[in-house]
């Protein structure tokens, strides 16, 4: 089984500044089958990046993903406060067996 | 616009089956390029995926080896929605329990149920 392990735990900033949320797999990720989800409080969660790079419909150009590899990141590039939230990455190399990561939590500073 | 939307308990007693429903709108349970998922989310074990149903010129369904021998997925094409089992449960399945569809990622969710096990 593929382990992603995220970080930080707690990413605390302030609207308007940049982020950067780290995503680290166990074993290549090849064919970047890697995914990221935005989840708040209550609610399912949110494909925001597929394929590692490619944003999900609907998705603002302030989110984007890069890596190859076993290393992986979410980059947004200015905070807006709805962007406050857990955000998870999913590997789907083995997919259907797929696993996600524990989340880090983005917070307001 | 797809929606998922989601039936069933709140509360199952141990050692009983767990059921679970999830109706489509916007799509068909029977598309040859669509696959329907379980997935649940616990403090404890974070986002597991259980398993889907999928059709390409007949029905397939795929189990995580955690559920495999406890689990079954069944679509139904006449209410165009598809369900999950769970048999024999302990409260290490006490979770919020999601449907989503994706063949290899997830691009629409169910509004997800939490299920509590709990006599």
């Known amino acids: 089984e593929i382990v992603l392990t995220q970080s930080p735990g707690t990413l605390s900033l302030s609207p308007g500044e940049r982020a950067t949320l780290s995503c680290r797999a166990s074993q290549i990720v090849s064919s970047n089958s890697l995914a990221w989800f935005q989840q708040k409080p209550g609610q399912a969660p949110r494909l925001l990046i597929y394929d590692a790079s490619s944003r999900a419909t609907g998705i603002p150009d302030r989110f984007s993903g890069s890596g190859s590899g076993t290393d992986f990141s979410l980059t947004i590039s200015r905070l807006e406060p709805a962007d406050f939230a857990v955000y998870y990455c999913?590997?789907?190399?083995?997919?259907?067996?797929?696993?996600f990561g524990q989340g880090t939590k983005l917070e307001i500073k | 616009q797809v929606q998922l939307q989601q039936s069933g308990p709140g509360l199952v007693i141990p050692s009983q089956t767990l059921s679970l429903t999830c109706a489509l709108s916007g799509d068909s349970v029977s598309s040859n390029s669509a696959a329907w998922n379980w997935i649940r989310q616990s403090p404890s074990r974070g986002l597991e995926w259980l398993g889907r149903?999928?059709?390409?010129?007949?029905?397939?369904?795929d189990y995580a080896v955690s559920v495999k021998s406890r689990m079954t997925i069944n679509p139904d094409t006449s209410k165009n929605q598809f369900s999950l089992q769970l048999k024999s449960v302990t409260p290490e399945d006490t979770a919020v329990y999601y449907c989503?569809?994706?063949?290899?990622?997830?691009?629409?969710w169910g509004q997800g149920i939490l299920v509590t096990v709990s006599s």
């Open positions: 999913q590997q789907y190399v083995t997919s259907p067996m797929c696993t």
């Open positions: 989503a569809r994706g063949v290899f990622t997830f691009d629409c």
């Open positions: 149903t999928y059709h390409r010129s007949r029905w397939y369904n």
